[in-house]
């Protein structure tokens, strides 16, 4: 049974990767213990006991969970994943930028374009003087795309400011 689990995959609860088992011994109480590689640098290594591992079979491959995580590797799978997060946030806006600076070229071509047709259509005409009317000016309504923008760059400060990255 000790020899049986080396090298196999350990999980916690929430399928997060956690490591490699390493080696199997027996401790000086009697117990037997994993030793789990992790992917992460502090920590490093693991020992846990045989007991809080749970063997899991999915399609033909063994692998366990671990029962209890340790707070310290708990911690260290919290700030992967938000640096995941937050690396796939900036990713997502520079993606979002890029779009609408191709539509804006795009645009500018079109104008440019048109811009000679809108010198031969333009004519002054002299109009006599009347009474100034009012005229109201509707609000500004942002488009799909400038509401998504700006909703996702304020996140990506949020995330910033909460995690202390420049």
Do not use: C, W
């Not at 117990?31 to 789990?36: G, M, P, T, Y």
């Not at 048109?114 to 009347?130: D, F, L, M, S, Y």
């Not at 488009?143 to 996702?152: A, D, H, N, S």
């Amino acid at each position: 049974m000790l020899v049986d689990i080396r090298g196999r995959k350990v999980f916690s609860k929430e399928g997060d990767f956690i490591g490699v088992i390493k080696d199997v011994f027996v401790d000086e109480t009697g117990h037997q213990e994993a030793v789990i590689e992790t992917e992460y640098p502090d920590p490093s290594e693991i020992r846990v006991s045989i007991t809080s591992l749970m063997r899991k079979e999915e399609e033909g491959e063994i692998s366990y969970i671990l029962k209890v995580v340790p707070v310290k590797l708990k911690l260290a799978i919290e700030e992967k994943k938000r640096q995941e997060m937050l690396k796939k946030a900036e990713e997502e806006l520079k993606m979002k930028e890029n779009e609408e600076e191709v539509e804006k070229e795009e645009v500018e071509q079109v104008e440019e374009i048109k811009e000679p047709e809108k010198e031969i259509e333009e004519i002054p005409v002299v109009k006599e003087e009347t009474e100034p009317q009012i005229v109201e000016v509707e609000p500004k309504i942002e488009t799909e795309t400038e509401k998504k923008k700006g909703l996702l760059a304020r996140l990506i400060e949020f995330l910033k400011r909460i995690f202390g990255l420049k």
